[in-house]
C-alpha cells in the first residue's frame, strides 16, 4: 500500500488525472456491463423455462384430453401431434416407474436424466441440471395412458443460451479493452486541456523565480472557472510580493545609506582622537560631542526600522481619550522646543471623547507630524491643532506655517527615507522614516491620513480615527 502511495505521488497532475478518469471510465463501464449481463441472462433463463412450462402444460392438457384411449403404441407410431406441441430443440421421452426409456420424440440429448427424488403431488417439476455435459431445463410429470403408469420428461438444452452468453461476455471484455484505451486518450487530452493553464502558472512562477521580479509577469486568465481564479490570485499575490521585494530592496539600500554616513564620522573621529585627541582637550570634547550625537542619530534610526519591521497586530480593546494625549504631547513638545507656539482648539463636546487607537500609536503618530512640523520651517514654527469629532471618526487637524511642499513630494512623503530637504533634515536628526511610520500605524487601527500643502505657506495633516464603541 505504501508503495502504491509513493508511486501515486510520484505521478505528474497529467498522468494522475488521466488515470484516475480511465479508471472511473472504465469501472462505470464494467458495472454497467456487468449489469446488462446478469440482467440479460436472467431474462433469456426465464423466457427459456417459460418455454419448457408452455410445452409441458400443452403435454398434459393433450394426454388428459386423450384419455384411457391413448396407448404407447399409439405413440409410437403417431408422433406427429406431440412434434407439433414441442419446440425442435426440446427433447421428450416417456419413462416408465423404473426410468426406462419407453418413447422418444427429437433427439437434442441423449443421455436420459434423473428422476427427481420427489415431486409433492405436483403437475410436473421443472429443474436446470447437468446432462452429460450439457446444462438443460428437465421437466418430469407423471403420465397414466390406459394401465400404464410412468412419467413424461421434457428435455430443453441451454447450448444456445450458453453460447449466446459468451458471445456477449467476449464482446464486452472486448469494448471494456477498447473503452479502457479510449478513456486513457481521453483523459490524457482533457488533462492536456484542462491543465494548460496551471502549466502556464507553473513555467511561470519558475521564470519569477529565476529572475527575481527583472521581467514582468506574463500570464492572465483565459477561463472564469477555479482555474482562472487562482490566475488571478496569483496575479495579486506576486504583485504585492514583486512591491515587497522592490521595497525590500530599496529599503536595503537606503538603510545601509543613512547608517553608512554616521559610522564614517564615528570612525573619522576616532581615528582623530587616536592620533590627537588623546593629548588635546579641544578636540577630545568636540570629537565625543560629535560621536554622541551621531550614536544617538543612529540609535533613532534603528528604533524606527524595527517599528517598521514589527508591524505588530493592533488590539480592538484600545482606546484612547484623544483630548487628553494631544495636551500631553504638546506639553511635552513645548517644553522639547521652547520657541515653538502650539495652539490646540476644541470645544467641550469633544473632552470625553474615545478613538480605538492604543496611547502609545496616538502618541508616536502626533510626536512625528509635530516634529516634522517644527523641523520643515524656516521661521518661528506656529503649529494649530483642531480636534472635532463625528458620528463614526474623531479627526485631529495639525497645521504649521513651514517651509511646505510641492505636489511632486507629497506624492512620495510617506515612503521610507524619503526627504523633502535632505540637508536640513540631517541637521535636526531626522532620519526620513518618521511618516512611514505614522502611516503604518493609521492603517493598523483602520484610520486615514490625508495631506495638502503650498510651498512657503505651511503644509496640514488631516487624520481620521474611528470611534472606540
Known amino acids: 500500500m505504501k508503495t502504491l502511495r509513493k508511486r501515486w505521488n510520484g505521478l505528474s497532475l497529467r498522468k494522475k488525472w488521466a488515470l484516475a478518469t480511465a479508471s472511473v471510465l472504465f469501472i462505470s463501464f464494467a458495472l454497467v456491463c456487468t449489469i446488462v449481463y ?25 394426454f388428459e384430453n386423450a384419455g ?11 408422433k406427429g401431434l406431440m412434434n407439433s406441441i414441442i419446440d425442435k430443440k426440446q427433447t421428450v421421452r416417456i419413462l416408465n416407474e423404473d426410468g426406462v426409456e419407453l418413447v422418444r420424440i427429437n433427439d437434442t440429448v441423449a443421455e436420459v436424466p434423473a428422476l427427481p ?26 403420465i ?31 469494448m471494456g479493452v477498447v473503452a479502457l484505451i479510449a478513456s486513457w ?60 521585494f522592490v521595497q525590500q530592496q530599496r529599503f536595503i539600500a537606503d538603510a545601509s545609506h543613512e547608517l553608512r554616513t554616521p559610522i564614517q564620522v564615528l570612525e573619522g573621529h576616532l581615528s582623530l582622537l587616536n592620533r590627537w585627541g588623546k593629548d588635546d582637550r579641544a578636540i577630545l570634547e568636540e570629537s565625543l560631542a560629535i560621536s554622541e550625537a551621531e550614536v544617538q542619530k543612529m540609535k533613532q534610526l534603528i528604533e524606527e526600522l524595527l517599528a517598521l519591521a514589527r508591524r505588530e497586530k493592533k488590539d480592538d480593546r484600545d482606546f484612547v481619550i484623544v483630548v487628553e494625549q494631544v495636551e500631553d504631547v504638546v ?30 500609536a496616538l502618541r508616536q503618530i502626533l510626536n512625528n507630524l509635530i516634529q516634522n512640523a517644527v523641523r520643515y520651517n524656516s521661521s518661528i ?33 510617506f515612503e521610507r527615507f ?33 495631506v495638502s500643502s503650498e510651498e512657503e505657506i505651511g503644509t496640514r495633516f488631516t487624520l481620521h480615527l474611528p470611534l472606540y464603541e
Open 185 to 244: 486518450f481521453v483523459g490524457a487530452i482533457l488533462s492536456s486541456v484542462l491543465l494548460q493553464p496551471i502549466q502556464r502558472l507553473s513555467k511561470n512562477m519558475t521564470r519569477v523565480a529565476a529572475t527575481k521580479f527583472e521581467e514582468p509577469i506574463q500570464i492572465e486568465a483565459t477561463t472564469h472557472d477555479e482555474v482562472g481564479n487562482l490566475i488571478n490570485v496569483y496575479k495579486e499575490m506576486m504583485q504585492e510580493l514583486e512591491n515587497a
Open 117 to 142: 427424488e420427489t415431486m409433492d403431488h405436483l403437475p410436473y417439476v421443472v429443474e436446470e441440471s447437468k446432462v452429460g455435459n450439457t446444462t438443460c431445463f428437465v421437466a418430469t410429470g407423471p
Open 68 to 78: 384411457s384411449g391413448l396407448s404407447l403404441d399409439d405413440l409410437r407410431h403417431n
Open 331 to 360: 506639553h511635552e513638545m513645548t517644553t522639547i522646543v521652547d520657541e515653538a507656539q502650539m495652539n490646540v482648539h476644541y470645544d467641550e463636546s469633544v473632552v470625553d471623547v474615545r478613538a480605538a487607537i492604543s496611547s502609545n
Open 38 to 62: 446478469i440482467s440479460l441472462h436472467s431474462w433469456l433463463l426465464n423466457e427459456e423455462k417459460q418455454s419448457v412450462n408452455r410445452s409441458m402444460e400443452d403435454l398434459t392438457a393433450y
Open 418 to 450: 524619503y526627504r523633502v530637504d535632505k540637508a536640513r533634515s540631517r541637521e535636526h536628526g531626522g532620519t526620513g522614516l518618521g511618516l512611514s511610520i505614522v502611516m503604518m500605524l493609521v492603517d493598523r487601527y483602520d484610520g486615514k491620513l490625508t
Open 144 to 174: 397414466q395412458l390406459g394401465h400404464f403408469q410412468g412419467y413424461i420428461q421434457l428435455t430443453q438444452p441451454l447450448s444456445s443460451l450458453n453460447a449466446l452468453m459468451r458471445y456477449m461476455l467476449t464482446a464486452m471484455l472486448l
Open 381 to 413: 514654527p506656529i503649529i494649530n491643532i483642531y480636534l472635532t469629532n463625528d458620528s463614526n471618526n474623531f479627526t485631529i487637524v495639525i497645521e504649521d506655517n513651514g517651509i511646505g511642499m510641492s505636489q511632486q513630494s507629497l506624492e512620495h512623503i
